[in-house]
Structure formats: structure tokens, C-alpha cells
């Protein structure tokens, strides 16, 4: 079992900056698939960005260049730095650990990301 408490949400203007902490229970990297998802009022959950248990980095189309996801091993911990961001990235951002050959998947609980002026 993993616990995950993202933190670090907040209102933002457009072109400012803002860092998203993923807090998680247990050692995570090289073990399970990291993830930032968001889900906006109305719209599926989707991938924002990835690092993978291999060290792979995955981002979806829209994020690129002006997000980065990142961790730190020894506080068990996922970041998303958010630069640049738009109204359009207004969601609410989960944390999720996962390990699909085990059919485990855990989430946070989510924390709201305004973008606003």
C-alpha cells in the first residue's frame, strides 16, 4: 500500500510559475511508474507527465516545454514544476503510483490548480 499527498496547488496567473510536491509513503522510484494527472470540470482524467520505473520521461502534447516532472529519491518525493501555464491548465492535479504487472494503481487525493488573472 502507498499512501501519496500532493501539495502545493494554488492560484496562478498566466506566464507565472508554480511547483507541485507529491509527498508518497514509501520508497517509489525504480519500483513503481509516477505519474501527475489532471481533470478539469467536466473532462476525463488525463496524463499530464510521467517518470516511469525505468527513468523514462513521458509528457502529454500539451504540457511540453513548460512543465517538468521530477522527483528526489531519498524523501520519496514527485514534483511537477508548472512554468507558463494557462488558463487551460486549470484542473485538479492527482499524484498516482502504479505498477501494471501488479495491477496496482494508487492516487492522491488531489490538489486544485487555478490559472487565472
Known amino acids: 500500500q502507498v499512501q501519496l499527498v500532493e501539495s502545493g496547488g494554488g492560484l496562478v496567473q498566466p506566464g507565472g510559475s508554480l511547483r507541485l510536491f507529491c509527498a508518497a509513503s514509501?520508497?517509489?522510484?525504480?519500483?513503481?511508474?509516477m505519474g501527475w494527472y489532471r481533470q478539469a470540470p467536466g473532462k476525463q482524467r488525463e496524463l499530464v507527465a510521467v517518470?516511469?520505473?525505468?527513468?523514462?520521461?513521458n509528457y502529454a502534447d500539451s504540457v511540453k516545454g513548460r512543465f517538468t516532472i521530477s522527483g528526489d529519491t531519498a524523501e520519496n518525493t514527485l514534483y511537477l514544476q508548472m512554468n507558463s501555464p494557462k488558463p487551460k491548465d486549470t484542473a485538479v492535479y492527482y499524484c498516482?503510483?502504479?505498477?501494471?504487472?501488479?495491477?496496482?494503481?494508487?492516487w492522491g487525493q488531489g490538489t486544485q490548480v487555478t490559472v487565472s488573472s
Open positions: 514509501t520508497s517509489i522510484f525504480s519500483v513503481y511508474d
Open positions: 498516482n503510483a502504479q505498477r501494471q504487472l501488479f495491477r496496482e494503481s494508487y
Open positions: 517518470i516511469t520505473s525505468g527513468g523514462g520521461l
